[in-house]
């Protein structure tokens, strides 16, 4: 369906603004996956890509005394996540700041990167770019990958990915990295994901809005719906870490 700019913006934005996480994560995973950071005794975490920042919150709230930055490309979504820590009591706690994931380079013990691997230009160069941010230590991440075979629709539309939590793995340790868990979101978390999603697209009210979200619906129903999988990756450079 052929969107102006406008609208293509206000749609994907009102469908993000409707989620806790602009990925398929559901809140126990996530809470896990920042346990996991303070178990391993980090004490800086960068989120490249943070959105509204979600999970840099969970992490400030759950990791005492942690310093936490968020990082994204997108000034509105910065704002929003500066708001929302503020709002939370967190303002001194975490900073945003707008900026591209990809130049990013104040080290840190653990980087997050959820859903934006194409900044870097894919995964191979993500994982190697998050090598320099965390030299030492931690990295989490989330992408997609392929869970069964594509059809020609998701390879036009959702591009390359690799096969399977192995093939993201693979990538992984091809840049030096130890992976220390590799899992993929349910169902549940996806069609949480995309419900909410589609829901928020909903919520503009316009006859435009509402053949977007018919058209992303039947989208996920005809050709990604378990199809497409989103793998989450818990990275080390040092194992006895
Ligand atoms: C799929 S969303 C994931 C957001 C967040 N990680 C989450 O899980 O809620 C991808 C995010 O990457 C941001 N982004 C895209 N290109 C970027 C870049 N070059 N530098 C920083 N952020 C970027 C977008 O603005 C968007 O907020």
Redesign the pocket.
């Known amino acids: 369906m052929d969107l102006s700019d406008d609208d293509r913006a206000t749609l994907f934005r009102a469908g993000?603004d409707a989620l806790r996480?602009?990925?398929p994560?559901g809140d126990d995973r996530a809470r896990a996956l920042v346990d996991e950071l303070g178990r391993r005794g980090v004490r800086s975490v960068v989120?490249?890509?943070?959105?509204?920042g979600?999970?840099a919150r969970l992490v400030t709230v759950r990791l005492d005394g942690v310093a936490v930055t968020g990082?994204?490309?997108?000034a509105d979504?910065v704002t929003a996540a500066r708001t929302s820590a503020a709002e939370a009591g967190l303002g001194d706690r975490v900073r945003f700041e707008v900026?591209?994931?990809?130049t990013w380079c104040e080290p840190v013990d653990a980087a997050i990167a959820?859903?934006?691997s194409?900044?870097f230009g894919g995964p191979a160069a993500q994982f190697a770019r998050l090598a320099n941010l965390a030299a030492s230590g931690i990295a989490l991440v989330g992408d997609g990958v392929w869970e069964t075979e594509p059809d020609a629709w998701c390879l036009t539309n959702l591009g390359e990915q690799p096969t399977s939590a192995g093939g993201l793995a693979a990538l992984a340790e091809a840049a030096g990295w130890t992976v220390l868990a590799a899992d993929l979101s349910t169902q549940d978390e996806w069609d949480a994901f995309e419900g909410g999603w589609v829901a928020g697209v909903r919520s503009v009210g316009s006859p435009v809005a509402e053949a977007f979200a018919a058209e992303r619906e039947r989208q996920y129903r005809e050709h990604y719906r378990g199809v497409l999988a989103f793998c989450w990756l818990v990275l080390t450079r040092s194992p006895s870490r």
């Open positions: 993000s996480f602009n990925a994560l989120d490249l890509g943070c959105g509204r979600g999970l990082v994204d490309a997108d979504a900026g591209d994931a990809a959820v859903g934006v194409h900044a």
